[in-house]
């Protein structure tokens, strides 16, 4: 809910559409897709918990993907798969890099 406060504030009338919660106790992941008026709200969640005995820490990352429903595929191919391209460290081209031969 945090995720989600953060971009529509309080006191807005979210319908669900679909969830996901992985149970994974190390890779602690889930997603939630809302219909919010005319728009549709994605908010996703993961946290990561370091293994090593040495830095007990957790990073917990959350996103929000929002925008109109009737362009929200458009959205998601144009600019939100792109923006997410980029936190995975790929460059401005979201073509993958050829193999070179041998």
């Known amino acids: 809910m945090v995720a989600k406060l953060g971009v529509l504030g309080e006191g807005q009338q979210l319908k669900p559409v679909c969830a996901y919660d992985e149970q994974n106790p190390l890779t602690t992941t889930w997603l939630d897709a809302d219909r919010v008026n005319r728009s549709v709200l994605v908010s996703t969640s993961t946290a990561i918990g370091l293994t090593d005995f040495y830095l007990p820490a957790t990073t917990v990352t959350y996103n929000n993907l929002y925008g109109p429903h009737s362009s929200f595929e458009s959205l998601m191919r144009t600019v939100f798969i792109r923006i997410f391209f980029q936190f995975l460290g790929g ?11 041998f």
């Not at 460059?91 to 070179?100: K, R, S, W």
């Open 91 to 101: 460059g401005d081209n979201p073509a993958p890099t050829p193999t070179p031969d």
